[in-house]
């Protein structure tokens, strides 16, 4: 099925991305960068990259992270992270249902074996 994938660019440096908003997710759901990085394929050092820009691309934090110690460590959305989940998949909604019929046309027109990608 034909499906649309979003990317939201903030000016020349900034984007946010599906990549992006599946961690929040993530961390929202696991309490830790490690394991929603983990979860997703993605090494700790990019899972935290791939954060750390999200944070330092608004003026408030989309999460806080707490490092380890006697106390454990983790990471939990913001306020703001959490709002900022919800405006995406309303966007996202949006776009999809106002591409729906779109993108069934296009699919229509496809072959049944579409070429490899390269």
């Not at 050092?45 to 820009?53: F, G, I, N, S």
Request: charged share 20%; hydrophobic share 40%.
């Amino acid at each position: 099925m034909a499906r649309l994938i979003l990317r939201i660019e903030l000016g020349s440096q900034a984007t946010i991305g599906g990549e992006h908003i599946r961690l929040l997710e993530l961390v929202e759901t696991t309490g830790s960068i490690t394991a929603a990085g983990r979860a997703h394929g993605l090494s700790y050092r990019r899972a935290w990259t791939l954060l750390d820009e999200l944070n330092r691309m608004f003026k408030a934090p989309v999460l806080t992270a707490q490092s380890g110690g006697p106390d454990g460590g983790g990471a939990r959305l913001t306020p703001f992270g959490h709002e900022m989940l919800a405006r995406w998949r309303t966007i996202e909604r949006c776009a999809t249902q106002a591409a729906q019929h779109l993108l069934v046309e296009i699919e229509a027109a496809t072959t049944p074996e579409p070429p490899n990608r390269r």
